[in-house]
């Protein structure tokens, strides 16, 4: 597959937010495997590496002053790049109490309620109604808003993916659905369980335009992304994009992923979106290798500072147990 | 005072609530150009348009988590469920979305969010239409669930469900719409999680909710004629419980019957019959009697589905039993 970088066309400072963006996110999701594997992180711990374009460039076309981003159990990737500071991240997949969510909700639960990161969920597709509600609230308020809603490619045939599309087209909601389609509903290719193979054809039966968007390229995302919230801002229209993406690690860190071939996973990583992009600054003299590698030892300091401050932090006291169950 | 009915009463109460505070919103099937399915919420489309009246598709799911969704970020939706039974499509968003949210985010999101909706037995509607199904919400902390038996209760909960910064669970009845009741003109407000004292009595505490007050107010009055005076305590709300009301009452009557329209097992009733065991163990002179629907699902012949559920001979055959007679 050939990619297109145009690099010359954007800011520099713009780009290296996004390489950074994308660079943390591995250094931190690797930190989070690697502290799976000492037990410092319990239950379910879905990692976001290969798909770090997606959650980057998509995030960098919105506004979360006033716009809202609401996505699955996979919820790494969109915390950090939601503002999320590392540590207090790592701090919630250890359980301790500096974590986002005070260590109640685990990898699966971040929230960021002020910087607009609306979770982190566990169910598939059961939050594509709640940020299609955010929709409602920021069209009945008024307001300026457009939400993101993520979720795989397992959600999409759950009822709630097509009811919520359905009322985001009748009431015209400020919302862009994004399919991050990473080829396996938990072991299960894509293929085996769906009626048809390119899913952005689904949006059409509820008269939203689908368009499918190439996932290892963080500027395509960035830019289709930015139409879609342009169309959902200005005329309230909701849109859908399938960004076609890879997961190198299994479903979970339980998952040895023996569901697919060694040679499938290294034809994936030769299309690393974190390579690709950074090889096509370097080619357009826009990035040095040690501007890169410093930016990557940063980034690695970030992510060993964070398990610093985790290990540091406290557990939650017992008291914690009864608190927060009603307002 | 005004006599109105339960329906009229429902409908006040939404009508003050949306007059008072914009961010209140409606929405379901039928609530609006149709006026709602059992007309609870007449000419509010007309009072507040369509952008606070919405109707919705038949997405049960969908729309239940839009309201929750909402209410995440600030409105105060009001999500009508034409009948509870079409609730089971929605429980999900409910159990998973709207009970866990503040607690699984550490406290920083709060859901206002009322479900109402008609629940329990009505007639003639066979095994999907007509089924109560409290004890699936009763069981899940996050939630608050109200069932209020009268028109001054049904108006003033749901002014107060409406205001609470939590998910209320709010259960009605097809049968109950048309009961008439004394409700004054003022604005009044009822907390959740107080349990109301129907009738006073010595003899025998009969603990109820919802439609079946009617059938143990009927009750009382028979077992008057026989020289038995029964306490009834409403509980009005099932989650949070008033227990000391109901141990109050127990210990005074020595003796309780529970009577429930829901099916036995797992229950409200199973429950209150465990704390008043547990918690007026030494009051007790005899073992607490419960009243339920039958454990079938509901049958369409009319005879069968009065017999499934709880009557005022039942209630009688109770207390008799609890008095040793």
């Known amino acids: ?52 374009a997606v959650a980057t460039g998509s995030i960098a076309a919105i506004d979360l002053s006033k716009d809202y981003v609401l996505t699955t159990y996979r919820d790494h990737g969109h915390a950090l790049v939601c503002g999320m500071d590392p540590g207090v991240l790592i701090a919630e997949l250890f359980g301790k109490v500096t974590g986002c969510s005070k260590g109640k909700g685990g990898s699966m639960h971040l929230f960021d309620a002020e910087n607009h990161m609306y979770g982190g969920h566990g169910i598939v597709g059961s939050h594509i109604p709640l940020a299609t509600g955010v929709a409602l609230k920021i069209k009945y ?26 009322m985001a087209k009748i009431w015209n909601l400020p919302i862009v659905y994004i399919c991050e389609n990473n080829q396996y509903g938990m072991g299960t290719n894509y293929q085996r369980v769906s009626s048809v193979h390119d899913f952005y054809i689904m949006s059409n039966s509820y008269g939203i335009p689908g368009k499918q968007v190439d996932g290892m390229n963080v500027l395509e995302v960035y830019e289709e992304t930015k139409k879609a919230v342009k169309q959902a801002r200005e005329q309230g229209l909701p849109s859908f994009l399938e960004i076609k993406t890879y997961r190198y690690r299994g479903h979970s860190m339980s998952d040895p992923a023996k569901y697919r071939t060694r040679e499938e996973l290294e034809e994936y990583r030769q299309q690393d979106p974190i390579l690709l992009f950074k090889n096509a600054m370097v080619e357009k003299n826009i990035l040095t290798e040690e501007e890169y590698k410093r930016i990557d030892d940063e980034c690695k300091k970030v992510a060993n500072q964070a398990v610093e401050f985790a290990e540091k932090s406290e557990e939650p006291g017992l008291e914690a147990l009864y608190e927060d169950v009603l307002a | 005072m005004p006599i109105i009915t339960y329906r009229e009463a429902l409908r006040s109460a939404m009508d003050e609530e949306m007059a008072r505070d914009e961010n209140v919103i409606l929405l379901g099937e039928e609530v609006g150009q149709y006026d709602g399915a059992y007309k609870v919420s007449q000419g509010l489309l007309d009072k507040y348009g369509p952008k606070r009246v919405i109707d919705t598709p038949i997405t049960e799911e969908g729309f239940t988590g839009v309201g929750i969704g909402a209410a995440m970020a600030g409105l105060r939706p009001i999500v009508e469920w034409m009948t509870f039974n079409f609730s089971i499509m929605a429980l999900d968003q409910v159990i998973n979305n709207a009970a866990k949210m503040r607690y699984m985010s550490g406290g920083q999101f709060k859901v206002p969010i009322v479900f109402r909706g008609p629940n329990g037995p009505a007639e003639y509607l066979a095994a999907q239409h007509s089924q109560a199904l409290q004890t699936l919400f009763v069981h899940i902390p996050g939630l608050k669930v109200v069932a209020p038996a009268t028109p001054y209760d049904a108006k003033g909960l749901l002014k107060s469900a409406i205001r609470d910064d939590n998910p209320v669970v709010f259960l009605e009845g097809e049968l109950m719409y048309a009961w008439q009741g004394e409700v004054p003109e003022e604005e009044y407000l009822i907390p959740i999680g107080k349990a109301d004292i129907k009738r006073e009595g010595s003899d025998v505490t009969i603990i109820t909710y919802s439609k079946p007050l009617r059938v143990v107010e009927q009750a009382a009055q028979e077992l008057e004629k026989q020289g038995i005076q029964a306490e009834i305590v409403d ?72 017999a499934a559920q709880p009557s005022v001979e039942k209630v009688i055959n109770g207390v008799k039993k609890v008095l040793y007679i």
């Open chain 1, 141 to 166: 308020k008024e307001e300026d808003g457009v939400v993101l809603c993520y979720f795989g490619d397992g959600a999409i045939h759950q009822g709630a993916f097509h009811e919520s599309l359905n």
């Open chain 1, 1 to 52: 597959m050939s990619r297109d970088f145009p690099v010359e066309k954007y800011d520099k400072d713009f780009l290296l937010k996004l390489l950074r963006d994308m660079v943390l996110i591995r250094r931190v999701e690797e930190k989070a495997g690697q502290m799976y594997g000492l037990q410092k992180i319990g239950g379910f711990c879905h990692l976001y590496i290969g798909q770090e």
């Open chain 2, 235 to 306: 509980l009005r709300s099932l989650r949070p419980l008033d227990e000391e009301t109901i141990y109050n009452s127990v210990k005074k009557t020595n003796r309780c019957v529970i009577v429930d329209e829901s099916w036995p097992m797992v229950s409200v009733a199973s429950h209150v019959g465990w704390m008043v065991s547990r918690y007026c163990f030494d009051y007790l002179d005899a073992p607490v009697e419960l009243v339920t629907s039958e454990d079938v699902p509901m049958p369409y012949n009319h005879k069968l589905e009065l």
